[in-house]
């Protein structure tokens, strides 16, 4: 597949190589769903049933991998007596959308069927997303179609119970817009929202300007009474993603439903992947929303 050179710089950016070794109790690759494979971390040898999370990597749909140095803060979340499962998807070089959101949904039910196993507990099962992989993990707990875009999308027995979401893209659509609004100043060699950017390549440039397509991909599509309970984190000085995207999304949520568990939190002048968001610090107000 030919990228256009925009694309190609944006793979240009290091994801890094998590250090495996810092979590002793693992077991890796483990195929869930065709070619997808899986990693899982556990806090303990015991066999009490555990809180479980899905960590959810980034990297603009197009790249990104579940041992990524990004994943290893995530991880950590292990050592507050957290199950963690890290997830591989098809990325957008690989498959269409809505395959990743087939490939989440399989891995919430490879949750499901090995809980007995690892200790999962069912009642306790969580997504936690950064970027992209935030975008796909309120996606992916929102959408209860049998179908979306003609494809088939499994439906997991159990409930993921709360959704963490870092920096997310909610509306595709208004990305641009609202990042031109903050300054940005957008050349066809840089725009990579772009009819020859990220979405672009994720739902087929032949769908880039389908009003019907691009609503599919947007979390806002997907609202309902029942949804899980979400914590979503932005930082106001992101230039990739603007913060205005989970605002919006936060405000489309308690407009429909005022008394929806959401919260919004954000990190006055802080980046796209900044530092900020994986400090001892808010990882433990993760185990906290977690743990509530």
């Known amino acids: ?22 979590f002793p109790l693992h077991e890796l690759d483990i195929a869930y769903y065709n070619q997808q494979k899986l990693d899982v971390y556990l806090p303990d040898t015991s066999s009490v049933k555990k809180p479980t999370i899905i960590v959810i990597h980034g990297g603009g749909w197009i ?20 199950n963690v499962v890290s997830i591989d998807y098809s990325l957008s070089t690989e498959a269409r959308y ?6 989440i949904k399989q891995s919430i039910k490879w949750v499901e069927n090995n809980s007995d196993k690892y200790h999962f507990d069912l009642a306790n099962v969580h997504l936690w997303g950064e970027s992209a992989g ?30 963490v979401a870092f920096y ?31 979405i672009s390549l994720l739902v ?17 599509s997907f609202i309902r009474a029942d949804m899980p309970r ?9 230039r990739l993603v603007p913060s205005q995207q989970s605002v919006d999304f936060y405000n489309e949520v308690k407009s429909k439903y005022p008394s929806q568990e959401i919260t919004l939190e954000l990190f006055e ?6 530092d900020e968001f994986f400090t001892d610090k808010n990882i433990q107000r993760i185990v906290k929303f977690i743990k509530e």
Not at 135 to 150: M, T
Not at 209 to 219: R, W, Y
Not at 230 to 238: F, R, Y
């Open 1 to 22: 597949m030919k990228l256009s050179n925009k694309l190609t710089n944006f793979l240009k950016f290091d994801q890094g190589q998590m250090e495996v070794s810092l």
């Open 63 to 82: 790249s990104g991998f579940k041992q990524s140095k990004f994943m290893q803060e995530m991880i950590k979340i292990v050592n507050a007596g957290i």
């Open 98 to 103: 809505p395959q990743q959101i087939v490939d």
């Open 134 to 163: 935030a975008h796909l993990s309120l996606l992916a707990g929102l959408i209860q179609n049998e179908k979306l875009l003609d494809i088939a999308i499994p439906q997991p027995t159990i409930k993921v119970k709360s959704i």
């Open 168 to 198: 997310p893209a909610v509306n595709v659509t208004k990305i641009e817009e609202q990042l031109e609004t903050l300054g940005c100043v957008f050349t066809k060699d840089t725009n990579i929202y772009d009819e020859e950017g990220l």
């Open 204 to 220: 087929g440039k032949e769908n880039f300007f389908k009003e019907e397509v691009l609503e599919t991909l947007n979390p806002t």
């Open 230 to 238: 979400m914590l979503l984190q932005h930082g106001t000085g992101d």
């Open 269 to 274: 002048g802080a980046i796209h992947t900044d």
